[in-house]
């Protein structure tokens, strides 16, 4: 099996995922003790959604309709949650 080469592309990738999953996780315990925890729970809920648009983009797969149908369900959550 051949190595595999962590070249600096990879690298930036690697902190820009970490910054965001932290700031994810910080983001996501402000919201349950300044209030509502309803919200912040179906919008945290939205993370897959999130890896599946990030994937389509990146590495241009396609989203399943099984994924789509997914994402089109927690959308619709968090419209009714609004209301």
Do not use: C, F, K
């Not at 902190?15 to 910080?26: E, H, R």
């Not at 919008?43 to 149908?69: D, F, H, K, N, V």
């Amino acid at each position: 099996m051949g190595q595999a080469q962590v070249t600096q592309p990879v690298v930036m990738w690697a902190i820009a995922t970490a910054l965001l999953d932290t700031s994810g996780n910080l983001l996501y315990i402000a919201a349950t003790r300044a209030g509502r925890l309803d919200v912040a729970a179906v919008l945290a809920s939205l993370y897959p959604a999130s890896t599946i648009l990030l994937a389509a983009w990146a590495l241009r797969e396609r989203p399943t309709r099984r994924q789509g149908l997914g994402m089109v369900v927690a959308a619709a959550a968090v419209v009714m949650i609004t209301l």
